[in-house]
């Protein structure tokens, strides 16, 4: 099965600054390659400072004709934008899986998820309601209205190329800001493809701009918007210290920032649970994307009474996984990202064992006929894992499930919150009771209750903690992209 696309032009290998489809400032380029061989199969351009400064001055040029556009055109543009995705979700699809490795269906499937955030904010833009606040004296007016921050700097993670990216920039042109934006260094071209689609729906020149960067020059690309007073907000996924040093140097030009960082989510199973739904919760929680995502369980807590039968049909499960490249239909693990990957999986499956856990499915690379490259790992199951071991401090951001045994509820609350990180938590009970107390107790942003699939659109994405602050999606997700202005007109009486 092919993963190249339909429309060769959804791959333009350039960046776009204001109108103008450009290579690098110095002409480098950064190779793009498919984490199912390592096989370099595309480039782009290798962005550099003068390139990141020149979409600023196009994304600063363009912010006060684009804050002027009614917010019900914007919205026409932005549901063009929407549409023109999901007519091309079969080849976004497949430039997701080829850069990303996710299997196709998940490719598909993603592009839908990026359209869903598009669409809504599209309605969002549309209801960017402001307030009239009664006044405490007479012959006053006072006012408090939403406007949009200015020029925004995007700066996206790889596990969702194309999702990632939408739930950034929807709401940031929603709300009538202008962008700025850098992809992953490992997924560049589901973002070039979104932003020429974005292009073609309506989205004038400067008012959304990309870079695209090697590992190595990212920081000087990223430098140049911290630096800059006129970019006004930062938005960004990925890890726990990165954030923090986007948060420390942003402090000098005080801009709003969004960070979606780090998660180590705990997923609990009472002995009250239904435990086939359990099972089934964990697997779409822990295999999505094969285990590579923020909200992925980290750390699997059974009660006693559950915890052999539960890890006996987990154990099935796990093993009965199908891992091949996402070129293959029947994939439903995918490689991963790359080798850095791969070695921390098995860094943490390595110290896992060797402080006491046992693995009951999978915990090796996988290297065969259908798994052939260097980034496959088995979908694996330990158990005996405790708060010692590295799989429990930190993400493995892999298809890894370290289960411990627990007592108590009491027991099992104290060990889920014992962490730095807040972002996701999941249980499952039947006790409503219990459900709302656990709820109440866990220390994160989002909280699963006998599901395991919790995003949407319409939902509020974001976490505690080290795990950052700002929502993604929902109505919140449009007022990380405003501030309040206040308008009091006196002299009325
Ligand atoms: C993430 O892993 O950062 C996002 C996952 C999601 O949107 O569900």
Same mark, same amino acid.
């Given at each position: 099965?092919t993963l190249?696309p339909?429309?060769?032009?959804l791959?333009?290998g350039? +960046? ?8 690098a400032s ?6 793009? #390659? ?9 480039s &782009? ?6 390139d ?11 912010f006060?004709?684009?804050?002027a ?5 914007r ?21 997701i899986?080829?850069?990303q ?13 990026a ?8 309605e ?6 402001? =307030? ?9 007016r ?5 406007e !949009? ?6 700066i ?8 990632m990216?939408?739930?950034?920039i ?7 800001c202008?962008?700025?934006?850098k ?10 493809a979104?932003?020429?689609?974005a292009?073609?729906a309506?989205?004038? !020149? ?6 695209t ?15 800059? !007073?006129?970019?006004r907000k ?6 726990t ?34 435990i ?13 994307n094969?285990?590579?995502?923020c ?8 009660? #006693? ?12 499960? &796990? ?10 239909? %029947? ?14 999986i ?10 006491g ?27 005996n894992a ?8 930190? =993400?493995?951001?892999?298809p ?5 045994r627990?007592?108590?509820?009491a027991?099992v ?14 249980f ?10 656990v709820?109440?107790?866990l220390e ?7 599901e395991?699939a ?18 993604? %999606? ?11 202005k206040?308008?009091? +007109?006196?002299?009325?009486?």
């Amino acid at each position: 099965m092919t993963l190249e696309p339909e429309r060769k032009d959804l791959m333009p290998g350039l +960046q776009l600054i204001g109108a103008e489809w450009r290579e690098a400032s110095d002409a480098r380029r950064l190779d793009v #390659s498919d984490p199912a061989s390592d096989g370099v199969f595309a480039s &782009v351009p290798d962005g550099t400072a003068v390139d990141a400064r020149a979409a600023t001055d196009a994304a600063h040029a363009a912010f006060p004709a684009w804050r002027a556009v009614p917010a019900k055109q914007r919205a026409q543009i932005l549901k063009r934008w929407n549409d023109l995705v999901m007519a091309h979700q079969e080849d976004l699809g497949r430039l997701i899986s080829r850069e990303q490795g996710k299997p196709l269906a998940e490719g598909r499937g993603e592009v839908a998820y990026a359209a869903s955030y598009i669409e809504w904010f599209a309605e969002e833009a549309t209801r960017a309601n402001g =307030e009239i606040i009664p006044a405490p004296v007479t012959g006053r007016r006072m006012l408090a209205l939403r406007e !949009p921050v200015g020029v925004v700097a995007a700066i996206t993670p790889w596990n969702f190329p194309a999702a990632m990216i939408a739930r950034k920039i929807a709401p940031a042109l929603a709300a009538g800001c202008t962008v700025v934006c850098k992809p992953a260094e490992d997924t560049p071209l589901t973002s070039l493809a979104l932003v020429k689609l974005a292009q073609e729906a309506g989205v004038p !020149p400067g008012v959304l701009n990309i870079v695209t960067a090697s590992r190595e020059r990212t920081p000087e690309v990223v430098d140049a918007w911290l630096d800059d !007073p006129r970019v006004r907000k930062i938005t960004f996924t990925g890890s726990t210290p990165v954030g923090k040093h986007l948060a420390r140097r942003s402090a000098d030009t005080l801009k709003k920032l969004s960070l979606e960082l780090g998660g180590n989510a705990p997923f609990i199973v009472f002995d009250d649970a239904d435990i086939d739904a359990a099972v089934e919760g964990l697997m779409a929680a822990k295999f999505r994307n094969g285990g590579q995502t923020c909200v992925c369980p980290n750390r699997v807590f059974v009660q #006693s009474r559950v915890h052999d039968a539960f890890v006996d049909k987990l154990a099935a499960r &796990v093993g009965a996984l199908r891992v091949g490249p996402a070129s293959d239909e %029947g994939s439903q693990i995918g490689p991963m990202i790359n080798a850095r990957a791969v070695d921390k999986i098995e860094r943490h499956v390595r110290d896992a064992v060797s402080r006491g856990a046992r693995v009951v499915a999978g915990g090796k690379r996988l290297r065969d006929a259908r798994c052939d490259g260097p980034n496959y790992y088995a979908p694996t199951v330990l158990v005996n894992a405790d708060s010692t071991m590295e799989c429990s401090c930190e =993400e493995t951001f892999g298809p890894v499930v370290p289960v411990t045994r627990f007592e108590s509820e009491a027991e099992v609350i104290a060990a889920a919150n014992e962490t730095p990180f807040g972002l996701a938590a999941y249980f499952y009970s039947t006790d409503v009771k219990r459900i709302w107390r656990v709820a109440d107790a866990l220390e994160s942003g989002i909280v699963g209750i006998n599901e395991g699939a919790l995003a949407a659109e319409a939902a509020p994405f974001g976490g505690v903690k080290e795990s950052g602050y700002g929502r993604e %999606g929902s109505v919140h997700g449009l007022e990380d992209y405003m501030h309040i202005k206040y308008v009091c +007109q006196g002299g009325l009486a």
